[in-house]
T-cell receptor
Framework: QQQVKQSPQSLIVQKGGISIINCAYE??????FPWYQQFPGKGPALLIA?????SEKKEGRFTISFNKSAKQFSLHIMDSQPGDSATYFC?????????????FGQGTELSVKP | ETGVTQTPRHLVMGMTNKKSLKCEQH?????MYWYKQSAKKPLELMFV???????ENNSVPSRFSPECPNSSHLFLHLHTLQPEDSALYLC?????????????FGNGTRLTVT
């Protein structure tokens, strides 16, 4: 069964530091890779997504880097803040599903210490 | 109300009970989803509805029965559940199902089966 492998499972970063979360995928039907952010007691919410006609997309402090040949993509959070403490999920479209079904990674629990 | 609303927020049920989870979206979307979220596991897609028609059943046991009376409402009927069904059940909606259609999640129903 197709998987998206996400690492690390948990991450502790000091305030102002850089948080890096990595994902590796298998074949996909489409090139579209979103990241979702989930706070405790809330549902996941779309944070940022990339369609890899580019290798990098930046929105504020959040950057997705994409390496198509390696089938990997990563989320970088610059100047990490305590308010960024949440669980982050990467996702990739399922290879054999033309309906855009997403396969999610296991999640990374990020804790940013003041 | 805005977004995706799920009720109840918490539910405790015995294995012989019958209960239902409710989801309502106020975003004008035409696709609705049920996901299961268990600790340390990826989000698992259960069912997809597009314009009230079920387009995906991800090999979910028959003790879970979805119902989509219209594009704004989605139910998950539960009966004779097992303790391993305890999890957070998330409803989501999207405008279309193609790649790049962001999922909008509710805050979930925390289900405990005793």
């Amino acid at each position: 069964q197709q998987q998206v492998k996400q690492s690390p499972q948990s991450l502790i970063v000091q305030k102002g530091g850089i948080s890096i979360i990595n994902c590796a995928y298998e074949n996909t039907a489409f090139d579209y890779f979103p990241w979702y952010q989930q706070f405790p007691g809330k549902g996941p919410a779309l944070l940022i997504a990339i369609r890899p006609d580019v290798s990098e997309k930046k929105e504020g402090r959040f950057t997705i880097s994409f390496n198509k040949s390696a089938k990997q993509f990563s989320l970088h959070i610059m100047d990490s803040q305590p308010g960024d403490s949440a669980t982050y999920f990467c996702a990739a479209p399922q290879a054999d599903n033309q309906g855009g079904k997403l396969i999610f990674g296991q999640g990374t629990e990020l804790s940013v210490k003041p | 109300e805005t977004g995706v609303t799920q009720t109840p927020r918490h539910l405790v049920m015995g294995m012989t009970n019958k209960k239902s989870l409710k989801c309502e979206q106020h975003l004008g979307h035409n696709a609705m989803y049920w996901y299961k979220q268990s600790a340390k596991k990826p989000l698992e897609l259960m069912f997809v509805y597009n314009f009230k028609e079920q387009t995906e059943n991800n090999s979910v046991p028959s003790r879970f029965s979805p119902e989509c009376p219209n594009s704004s409402h989605l139910f998950l009927h539960l009966h004779t559940l097992q303790p391993e069904d305890s999890a957070l059940y998330l409803c989501a909606s999207s405008q279309g199902q193609g790649p790049g259609s962001p999922l909008h999640f509710g805050n979930g129903t925390r289900l405990t089966v005793t």
